[in-house]
Structure formats: structure tokens, C-alpha cells
């Protein structure tokens, strides 16, 4: 993974246009780069494949199509990309069907502006970011999933690949929802560093973002360790 080049370049979608104005108007003032907006669903998939953002603030809740098809659209079309959820809805369902979708986070709109600009930032260096208490929810869905049982074609699957005894322990610690500095920390090693092992565990794994390597983890029990 490179190191980020200048600026981190956000879009902001959300069919509000105060809210979405000032939003912008923020994370501009903040030294990031607005790179688009938009107000409804088609406008943010036509203007994110124009715009090419690193993180896309949306809003779930827009007008001809919603928050979470844009998010897979562009998830799909740009795996790199980062998607932080800015909704009002702390309902549990839409928090899941944003983050199945390939959101990285999920704050609520009461959020300060000084929460939103670290959530920003921690989004765009692969971090998931949610609001206090939706994180935990996250990995009760994520532990409810892998306790359902596999399907019978797993004698056929190609044996799991081997990781480094440190992968293995940065992927125990990803699972027990460390943030890649919390992590730094624990095994005295820099950030970019973790920030490598993860990347070499998810090409290994064929795994496309930290939400699948959390699912991953914590179906072979690693959270548990």
C-alpha cells in the first residue's frame, strides 16, 4: 500500500444540500480535497467514477438509488475506495446492509464536526470507524454469520493459505477491533507496517477490504485467542 500523495480526496453525497454544503465546507477548511458532490444516487455513482475520491462520505438515505446500492456499485467498480455512512438512522438493519455493502464505517449524523474529520481520516487509511456502541453490533452480526454452518462443498476448497506467525498476529488483533495504531502500539511496530501486514494477509487471503478480513478472522476463532 503507498503512502498517501498530498491531500486525502473526499466526495460528499447527500440529497440535503445545506447539510451536504457544509459538510464539504468543513473537510475543505480541514485540508482535504473536495473532489465532487452530489445530491441523489445516479449523480454519485456518474460523479465518483469521473471524480476517483479515496473517501466517500454518504448518505443512505437519497433520492433514485439509495446509499447502499451506490456503495456496492462503487465498492465493486473501485475496490480501493473507503465509504463512510453519514446517516441519521442508527437503526441496526441499515447499519449491517451498509456495511454488507462495503462500507468501511458508519457515523451518525449527530456526530461533531471534529468526530466527522477523524472519522474521515481514519477511513482513508483503512480503519473501521463507527459510532460508539455500532461497532460491537458490527462483530456480533459478523460472530452470528460464522456460527452458521459452512457450506458441504468445503472438502473441495483449495487449503487455506499460510500466513507468517505476525500476520497472524495482527489479524487476531484486527479481529478483536484494534485500529491499525492501537495495534502499532501492542506489537511495537509502526503503523505502515501493520498497515503492510494487512495488505499481504488480504492479497493472500483473496479477501478485498477489513470487513471480510474481521469475517474471516473471527470464523477460525481468532477473536477468542
Known sequence: MSEQQGPIKVMVVDDHPMWRDAVARDLGESGFEVVATAGDGDQAVRRAKAAGP?????????????????????????????????????EHADVLEAVKSGATGYLLKSASTEELLDAVRRTAVGDPVFTPGLAGL??????????????????????????????TEVLR??????????????????HRTVQNHVQN?????????????????IERGLDDE
Open 173 to 190: 488483533l484486527v479481529a478483536k477491533g484494534l485500529s491499525y495504531k492501537q495495534i502499532a502500539e501492542r506489537l511495537v511496530i509502526s
Open 138 to 167: 458490527v462483530l456480533g452480526e459478523y460472530r452470528r454469520l460464522a456460527s452458521e454452518p459452512a457450506p458441504a462443498a468445503d472438502a473441495d476448497q483449495p487449503k487455506a493459505p499460510e500466513l507468517t506467525d505476525r500476520e
Open 201 to 217: 494477509t488480504l492479497g493472500k487471503l483473496q479477501l478485498h477490504n477489513r470487513v471480510e478480513l474481521v469475517r474471516y478472522a
Open 54 to 90: 479515496d473517501v466517500l462520505v454518504l448518505d443512505l438515505n437519497l433520492p433514485l438509488k439509495p446509499g447502499v446500492q451506490v456503495c456496492k456499485e462503487l465498492v465493486g467498480h473501485n475496490p480501493a475506495l473507503r465509504v463512510l455512512v453519514l446517516s441519521a438512522s442508527g
